[in-house]
């Protein structure tokens, strides 16, 4: 079955860049949407953006300045960059397999399978 | 960014009953409208798309319903693996935006 699985360090120090990677396994990731989801502690789901397999990419404004993400087809992998984080960037972050499916002529988009979450910490 | 509000932010229920959970969106957005389940300390899981269609292996006691701004979540009979918290997540358009999530309890 498809699994997903986030890596990465759990700590990053205020001002630097927090760096994840999103393994796909029972896949291939050259199909499907591919994205980042963050949960800070306590708190809802934010959407961070997402990565189509071809390079496409469609981010969060309000994260838009600071995100950069990518794909590597040869490992089956997918990337999340977050520069110059805050304590305001702690959080669980997930990534999870985008899907649409064509009911009536609508595109209906969805997350149907997602990671189990990575806790990332911004402190000093 | 189009707002999701549901409600209630949380709620007691027993096992058995039917429970119905509420989202609403800012503005209009037809039927693009998922629901997911969370347990504490797990990822979500995905439930149901379009409102109302629901993604294979979820029981049956589960339904949505819903269009334009007002959607509803149901579980008709509620099991013991039923109490987490559920959001509702608007695909209309992005950012695709979540509801601040309806902790479901244990009365």
């Known amino acids: 079955q498809v699994q997903l699985q986030e890596s990465g360090p759990g700590l990053v120090k205020p001002s630097e860049t927090l760096s994840l990677t999103c393994t796909v396994s029972?896949?291939?990731?050259?199909?499907?949407?591919w994205s980042w989801i963050r949960q800070p502690p306590g708190k809802g789901l934010e959407w961070i953006g997402y990565?189509?397999?071809?390079?496409?990419?469609n981010y969060n404004p309000s994260l838009k300045s600071r995100v950069t993400t990518s794909v590597d087809t040869s490992k089956n992998q997918f990337s999340l960059k977050l520069r110059s984080v805050t304590a305001a960037d702690t959080a669980v972050y997930y990534c999870?397999?985008?899907?649409?499916?064509?009911?009536?002529?609508?595109?209906?988009?969805?997350?149907?399978?997602w990671g189990k979450g990575t806790t990332v910490t911004v402190s000093s | 960014d189009i707002e999701m509000t549901q409600s209630p932010s949380s709620l007691s229920a027993s096992v058995g009953d039917r429970v119905t959970i509420t989202c609403r969106a800012s503005?209009?957005?037809?039927?693009?409208l998922n629901w997911y389940q969370q347990k504490p300390g797990k990822a979500p899981k995905f439930l149901i798309y379009?409102?109302?269609s629901l993604q294979s292996g979820v029981p049956s006691r589960f339904s949505g319903s819903g269009s334009g701004t007002d959607f509803t979540l149901t579980i008709s009979s509620l099991q013991p693996e039923d109490f987490a918290t559920y959001y509702c997540?608007?695909?209309?358009?992005?950012?695709?935006?979540f509801g601040q999530g309806t902790m479901l309890e244990i009365k």
């Open positions: 999870a397999r985008g899907l649409v499916t064509t009911v009536t002529k609508r595109n209906y988009y969805y997350m149907d399978v």
């Open positions: 029972g896949v291939s990731i050259s199909s499907y949407y």
């Open positions: 990565i189509y397999y071809s390079g496409s990419t």
């Open positions: 503005q209009s957005i037809s039927t693009y």
């Open positions: 379009g409102a109302s």
């Open positions: 997540q608007q695909s209309y358009s992005t950012p695709y935006t």
